[in-house]
Structure formats: C-alpha cells, structure tokens
C-alpha cells in the first residue's frame, strides 16, 4: 500500500477528543470512530486500537450513512462530554460520547462507555459498527446476540453491547447496525464491561438520561472548585478537566499520556508507551493542581508518591525509579507488537517501557519539590514520612556527582547533564527549606555544603564562557530547553545576566516562532534515529520564562500562538510537527500542566 493511501485511513491524531471515567479513556474522532480503547484501566490491553492499525487494530463507529457529510466536534461546557456533530444533506445528526465516573463511596466500577446517538434536524441515516478486537488484537472472541444486544467473550475480557437496535452478526465477530432517526429521536449504545456469564441488560431512556445528568454534575462541580479567572480561563480549564481525565482515581496517580506508540516522526522509531506515570510530572502536576485549588487531588498525588519512596527504601538502584505504573508496580517490560503496523506506517508499536530502568537523577529533585509544594500548601510531610525523605536525601548525597541518562531519556548513554545536577540542587535545597521551616532534624552542615557544591559546580562546568549560555551537559557547547526551567526553580535571578545571555541563546537557536526544540539532535547524538518535532511543553516553559524576565508583551503573544496549536477541543499532544500537525502520544499531561503554569503566571505578571 502507498504511503499516501495508508495516511487516508487514519484521522489526524489531533482530530479526537478525550472522554474517560478516571480509570481509563477512549479516543473519539471527527468521524465518529473510537479507535483507541483500553478496559479496565489506562495500561490494560487495547479493545479498540485502530488507531495503530486501520485494518487490524479494532473499533466502535457510528457514522452517517450517506455521503457528501461532514463533521464538527466540541465538548458540552465544562465536562468532560464530547459531543460530535455531523452535517448531511438529509439533516444534522450528533453523536453524545460519555463515560460516568465512579459514584462516591462506591467500591466498584462498571466501565461504561455510553454513546447516544440523536437526529436533530430532518432524516438521518446511521450505520453503527462495534468491532473489538482484544489485547491488542492477539486474542480471538466469540460473539453472541441477546435480547437487549451482544455480548463479546474473550479470554481474559468480557464486554457486553446493550441497545434496542437490530444488530447484524458479520464475519469476524464483528456487529452492525442501521438505524434511521427522525428530527427529535435518538438511540444509545451502551458498552459495559460484563462479569463471566452476564448478559447486556436494556438501559431505558430514563437511565440514561440519568447517567448523563450525573456525569454533567461531577464534572462541572468539580471545575467550578477552581481558583482560576483569569484571561485564559477556557484553556486553563480545559487542561485542567484534561489531567483529571488522566488521573486514575484508585491511587491519584496520573499517567503522562493516555496512548502507546503514537510517533513523534511519521514513519520513525520513536514510539513509546507513555500510559504511565512519570516522577517528574509529579511536582508539575502538583503545582498546577495547588495553584488551582484542587488540593484533594494534590493530596491523593502526594500520598502516591510518598508511598513509592517508602517501597523503594533500601534498593541498590536507588530509593526512585524515574516511572512506575499506575498501581505502583516497578516492572514495565518493553515489547514490541509486530503484528501492528502502527499509526500511519510507523514501526514499532511498543508497550511496556524500558526507560523506566534508566538513572535519571532529576526525578529526586522533582520528588522533593513536590513535597516542599504540598508542605507549604497545608499537606505536611508527617514524621515518618520526614525519615525516608532523610534517607533518600542521605543516598542522593552520596551518588548526585555521577553521568546519568537525562530528563529526555536518551538511548545514547549516560552524560554529566546540567538539567540533572540543577534537579539534584532543588532536592537538596528543598529538603533543607523544609527542615528549617519545621524545625526537623537533618545534619545542617553536611546538606548545605553539598547543595553549595552542586551549585558551585553548574555555575563553572555548565556555564559555556563562549557560548555565554548554561549548556545541556558538561564539556559540550549544546543547548538545552530543559534549561528553561533555572529560574522556574529558583536556581537562578530570571533577570540575572548570565540568565538572560541563556534565554537569548535558546531563542536564537532552539525556537521557531512560538514552537521550542528540546536540543538538535544531530549536535548532540541520543542513539535513537530519525528526527523529532518541537515539545509542545518546551513552548510554555519558554513563555514562562519570558514572563519572569519581565518581557511580558512577548511572553503573551507567544502564549497566544500556542493556543492556535491545540486541536478544536483543546487539546496538545507532545510534540507540534513542522507543519503544524500534532505528533506524539496524545494528549500528554506535562505540556497541559505547562500550560497552566505559564498562563497563570503570565496572568499575574500582567496584573
């Protein structure tokens, strides 16, 4: 097949919107197709993953069927509801996509995705197809029709259809349906995970109807907890009901994307697993959550992060892995699924991820200024607690001074990075503001002498004195957007000289236009191949250090730019491609906690 023939069977990946029930979510696209779907939870094996694989990968599409139409999509304000709307010749029709979260205090969860289908205006014609394809499309299912639908067994998951619609057996196990809708009228499809031996039970108008009102209720009582009326509401908000989306309620933990493999170059090998949850997102997401004013969720965060710590007391590695799952679990095996052809062509799909058994020094760093985050926000590090921050600060102490792979997780080999020995400066000099403002015990000169020699250390073998710049690792003259964050952390004056000769090497050489490049690869060699797009978090970094440096006229257009990036619904996937497109596994947590973080600042700074 021509590559121009195989791009036509995948939607760009920016043209989905997000629902979910904080266990997990599915992607829905303009044309009414969801093509990505894990059950029960973000890293269980996909149910729908046609998009890493048209033909093969599985899916659940209700479309007009007719030609000549065309489609609009948008959220009902403030939830996280999507609503996809198709413009016919015949009439306007629309797709409602929700999933209902948990009910308070409930101690189990059903995972329904519900999709009601409406004629709005004159006649419509739908064709709906409802095509599992299990673990990633490895195991075969059986297919049976009930009374109120189908039910679809595989070995390890059972997924029952329930609708009042005539439903077609086809070849494969798949099952469709044509339903004929006038001005007014509306069917639903409600697919439900099912224990062994159930059958799909009738879900009435009235129920769903129900559901509806109750998941519109959750979402917009939890958004109006915000904190947030400034200028960017909309965007702030919309990344905000985003990271919640991506919050898998049993533990608070968040993952960094919802997807595996999607490229960050079409046709590359750089296609990772990002279901996940990463270390260092941790004093991101805490910070954006607290500046909100969502300290329950803060708290469940932190509660998962102290409670890694405590696991990993004791390890030969290190008290951290730079990831875990989403459970906690420290075993993430990378495999890659050949069957698959991935999203447009591009090999491999992945799943697992073997970066989690890299050294990556920074994650401690982001640890400890989480905590400093909570403790000044009125969550205290209790004293048990302070014992295994003592430990871990003990054992950071002792092994900081060494090469490690770096905050992009490079496959090229370990290096002296300058954004590692910055993070390993913030855990130490946030551990000791801790201390001291709660009078905790820590051996006082041993903490500072050694958070005065790493500082010590990045001003003399990170600074560049040609360059006049911090350079991205020790004994190179590479730059580095990683580097943005100096001032963010607090290392460095924002309107400091050396600063800024760093934010105006950085904006010469790494940005386009508003877009900002992590490093150039071919100057500095990370051992993967092919080329990547800009990250998308890079660019509100970048705008938020504008900001602090007081250019504030700047900071606001280059925001303003990179709101014109999202997609139609809000959404940023990682990485913005050269034409624009969005690349990467989608939507990714770190650059929507970015957002909020430069727009709330730039906002304050405009007053």
Request: glycine residues 8%.
């Given at each position: 097949?021509?590559?121009?023939?195989?791009?036509?069977?995948?939607?760009?990946?920016?043209?989905?919107?997000?629902?979910?029930?904080?266990?997990?979510?599915?992607?829905?696209?303009?044309?009414?197709?969801?093509?990505?779907?894990?059950?029960?939870?973000?890293?269980?094996?996909?149910?729908?993953?046609?998009?890493?694989?048209?033909?093969?990968?599985?899916?659940?599409?209700?479309?007009?069927?007719?030609?000549?139409?065309?489609?609009?999509?948008?959220?009902?304000?403030?939830?996280?509801?999507?609503?996809?709307?198709?413009?016919?010749?015949?009439?306007?029709?629309?797709?409602?996509?929700?999933?209902?979260?948990?009910?308070?205090?409930?101690?189990?969860?059903?995972?329904?995705?519900?999709?009601?289908?409406?004629?709005?205006?004159?006649?419509m014609h739908f064709v709906v197809d409802v095509a599992p394809r299990f673990d990633y499309a490895r195991a075969r299912h059986e297919v049976t029709l009930t009374p109120h639908g189908a039910l679809f067994r595989s070995p390890q998951l059972e997924l029952g259809l329930s609708t009042s619609c005539p439903l077609q057996v086809l070849d494969g196990g798949d099952v469709r349906a044509r339903l004929e809708l006038g001005a007014g009228e509306a069917a639903?499809?409600?697919?439900?995970?099912?224990?062994?031996?159930?059958?799909?039970?009738?879900?009435?108008?009235?129920?769903?109807?129900a559901a509806f009102d109750a998941t519109v209720a959750f979402w917009r009582g939890w958004v109006r907890r915000s904190r947030y009326g400034g200028r960017w509401r909309e965007m702030v908000h919309r990344s905000a009901l985003t990271l919640k989306l991506l919050t898998y309620a049993p533990t608070g933990a968040i993952v960094a994307a919802p997807t595996t493999s999607l490229p960050e170059e079409l046709g590359g090998a750089r296609n990772w697993d990002?279901?996940?949850?990463?270390?260092?997102?941790?004093?991101?997401?805490?910070?954006?959550?607290?500046?909100?004013?969502?300290?329950?969720?803060?708290?469940?965060?932190?509660?998962?992060?102290?409670?890694?710590?405590?696991?990993?007391?004791?390890?030969?590695?290190?008290?951290?892995?730079?990831?875990?799952?989403?459970?906690?679990?420290?075993?993430?095996?990378?495999?890659?699924?050949?069957?698959?052809?991935?999203?447009?062509?591009?090999?491999?799909?992945?799943?697992?991820?073997?970066?989690?058994?890299?050294?990556?020094?920074?994650?401690?760093?982001?640890?400890?200024?989480?905590?400093?985050?909570?403790?000044?926000?009125?969550?205290?590090?209790?004293?048990?607690?302070?014992?295994?921050?003592?430990?871990?600060?003990?054992?950071?102490?002792?092994?900081?001074?060494?090469?490690?792979?770096?905050?992009?997780?490079?496959?090229?080999?370990?290096?002296?990075?300058?954004?590692?020995?910055?993070?390993?400066?913030?855990?130490?000099?946030?551990?000791?503001?801790?201390?001291?403002?709660?009078?905790?015990?820590?051996?006082?000169?041993?903490?500072?002498?050694?958070?005065?020699?790493?500082?010590?250390?990045?001003?003399?073998?990170?600074?560049?004195?040609?360059?006049?710049?911090?350079?991205?690792?020790?004994?190179?003259?590479?730059?580095?957007?990683?580097?943005?964050?100096?001032?963010?952390?607090?290392?460095?004056?924002?309107?400091?000289?050396?600063?800024?000769?760093?934010?105006?090497?950085?904006?010469?050489?790494?940005?386009?236009?508003?877009?900002?490049?992590?490093?150039?690869?071919?100057?500095?060699?990370?051992?993967?191949?092919?080329?990547?797009?800009?990250?998308?978090?890079?660019?509100?970094?970048?705008?938020?250090?504008?900001?602090?440096?007081?250019?504030?006229?700047?900071?606001?257009?280059?925001?303003?730019?990179?709101?014109?990036?999202?997609?139609?619904?809000?959404?940023?996937?990682?990485?913005?491609?050269?034409?624009?497109?969005?690349?990467?596994?989608?939507?990714?947590?770190?650059?929507?906690?970015?957002?909020?973080?430069?727009?709330?600042?730039?906002?304050?700074?405009?007053?």
């Amino acid at each position: 097949m021509s590559g121009a023939a195989r791009h036509q069977r995948y939607l760009p990946i920016a043209e989905h919107g997000l629902i979910g029930d904080l266990h997990t979510v599915a992607l829905v696209g303009t044309d009414g197709t969801i093509d990505w779907y894990c059950c029960p939870r973000f890293d269980a094996p996909s149910v729908f993953a046609a998009l890493l694989d048209a033909e093969h990968g599985g899916l659940f599409r209700i479309s007009p069927d007719s030609v000549g139409w065309s489609s609009k999509q948008l959220y009902l304000p403030d939830t996280t509801i999507l609503i996809t709307r198709f413009l016919t010749p015949d009439g306007v029709g629309e797709v409602q996509d929700f999933m209902p979260p948990p009910r308070t205090g409930a101690t189990t969860h059903r995972h329904r995705l519900i999709r009601r289908v409406l004629a709005v205006r004159g006649r419509m014609h739908f064709v709906v197809d409802v095509a599992p394809r299990f673990d990633y499309a490895r195991a075969r299912h059986e297919v049976t029709l009930t009374p109120h639908g189908a039910l679809f067994r595989s070995p390890q998951l059972e997924l029952g259809l329930s609708t009042s619609c005539p439903l077609q057996v086809l070849d494969g196990g798949d099952v469709r349906a044509r339903l004929e809708l006038g001005a007014g009228e509306a069917a639903t499809f409600v697919l439900d995970r099912v224990e062994d031996g159930e059958a799909p039970v009738p879900c009435s108008d009235v129920e769903i109807a129900a559901a509806f009102d109750a998941t519109v209720a959750f979402w917009r009582g939890w958004v109006r907890r915000s904190r947030y009326g400034g200028r960017w509401r909309e965007m702030v908000h919309r990344s905000a009901l985003t990271l919640k989306l991506l919050t898998y309620a049993p533990t608070g933990a968040i993952v960094a994307a919802p997807t595996t493999s999607l490229p960050e170059e079409l046709g590359g090998a750089r296609n990772w697993d990002y279901r996940y949850t990463w270390m260092r997102d941790a004093a991101f997401s805490l910070y954006a959550l607290l500046r909100l004013g969502f300290t329950e969720e803060a708290g469940a965060f932190m509660s998962w992060l102290q409670e890694r710590v405590r696991h990993g007391v004791g390890r030969e590695s290190g008290p951290l892995q730079i990831m875990y799952g989403i459970d906690g679990r420290e075993d993430l095996p990378e495999a890659e699924l050949p069957h698959l052809e991935g999203y447009r062509g591009s090999r491999p799909v992945r799943i697992g991820n073997g970066a989690a058994t890299q050294l990556q020094l920074d994650v401690y760093g982001e640890l400890m200024d989480s905590l400093y985050l909570c403790n000044k926000q009125g969550l205290p590090v209790y004293q048990d607690g302070w014992a295994e921050v003592t430990r871990t600060i003990e054992w950071l102490i002792e092994h900081w001074d060494q090469p490690d792979e770096g905050i992009w997780e490079t496959r090229g080999g370990r290096r002296n990075y300058t954004h590692s020995r910055l993070m390993c400066w913030v855990a130490v000099e946030r551990a000791i503001r801790i201390a001291l403002q709660r009078g905790l015990p820590f051996d006082i000169l041993r903490w500072m002498t050694v958070r005065d020699r790493i500082y010590r250390q990045i001003t003399v073998r990170g600074w560049h004195p040609d360059r006049q710049a911090f350079v991205q690792h020790y004994g190179s003259d590479v730059l580095d957007a990683s580097l943005l964050l100096m001032p963010l952390v607090k290392f460095i004056a924002p309107t400091d000289p050396r600063w800024i000769s760093t934010l105006d090497a950085i904006t010469a050489e790494l940005v386009s236009d508003s877009l900002v490049y992590r490093y150039h690869a071919d100057a500095s060699p990370d051992g993967l191949t092919g080329q990547e797009a800009t990250f998308s978090m890079c660019s509100f970094w970048w705008v938020e250090a504008l900001t602090r440096a007081g250019r504030l006229d700047q900071a606001q257009l280059a925001l303003e730019k990179m709101l014109t990036y999202a997609n139609h619904v809000g959404l940023y996937s990682e990485e913005i491609g050269p034409t624009g497109e969005q690349l990467g596994n989608f939507p990714q947590a770190f650059t929507h906690l970015a957002l909020i973080s430069a727009a709330y600042n730039l906002d304050h700074a405009l007053g």
